[in-house]
């Protein structure tokens, strides 16, 4: 019955996808402009890329990391603020102030030239930049005892983070550094395929997280 079950949701999982795709495709050939809307079928066999494969590499790789170390200091801040309502009287208001304060609203932009004054252009600057909001966000939702919600939220911030950092930072490796060279080239194709391994990478880290959190949760 549990196997009929997953089926089913799977199946109900898919449905939205291969609409979307559908509908891109015959779009795409019918205003027929690659350099608006390049056919899906051509996106995806642009994805497949070694050079693409390599930058996802470090993308997925560094945002893991941000992910770990976010957890190990977000997620104890969130236990104590759920635990002692002093120190949510204390951090909360101030997390929530440099929040605002970093920018996040506006894409984190406010850290992002500070931080490069700091650390320079290297790939130090896009783990602390991918670091430094996740945290705050994390402990914040966390305080409520929602850690898995946390967890998931802050690798979304981690893997988003790394991407937008790279865009400002085109000597530095990922799928950033790509998504910008490829706008800047005018290739639609690439651009595509970089969003589309983005969200898919992304989906599947998320309920990777997801499963390992239920897991913890039925022990």
């Not at 996040?104 to 932009?109: A, K, P």
């Not at 402990?139 to 409520?144: F, G, R, V």
């Not at 991407?163 to 290739?187: D, E, F, K, R, W």
């Amino acid at each position: 019955m549990s196997q009929e079950n997953r089926t089913v949701r799977w199946f109900y999982h898919s449905v939205p996808f291969i609409i979307l795709f559908l509908l891109w495709e015959i779009v795409a050939r019918v205003i027929h402009d690659p350099y608006i809307l390049p056919p899906f079928s051509a996106v995806v066999a642009s994805a497949f890329s070694q050079s693409l494969a390599y930058h996802l590499g470090i993308t997925l790789a560094f945002s893991l990391l941000a992910l770990l170390i976010i957890s190990l200091v977000g997620l104890p801040l969130g236990q104590l603020m759920h635990r002692f309502k002093e120190a949510e009287w204390v951090l909360s208001p101030f997390f929530w102030f440099l929040l605002f304060a970093l920018g996040l609203g506006l894409g984190t932009t406010g850290i992002a030239p500070i931080l490069i004054m700091w650390f320079g252009l290297s790939q130090l600057t896009v783990l602390v930049f991918s670091i430094v909001i996740p945290i705050m966000v994390v402990a914040l939702i966390s305080c409520y005892g929602a850690k898995l919600t946390a967890v998931r939220v802050g690798f979304l911030l981690c893997w988003s983070l790394q991407i937008s950092m790279g865009v400002y930072l085109i000597s530095v490796a990922g799928l950033g550094t790509q998504l910008a060279m490829c706008y800047h080239l005018h290739n639609t194709d690439m651009m595509y395929a970089i969003m589309l391994i983005m969200g898919f990478t992304g989906l599947f880290v998320d309920r990777v997280l997801k499963y390992l959190g239920d897991l913890i949760k039925e022990k």
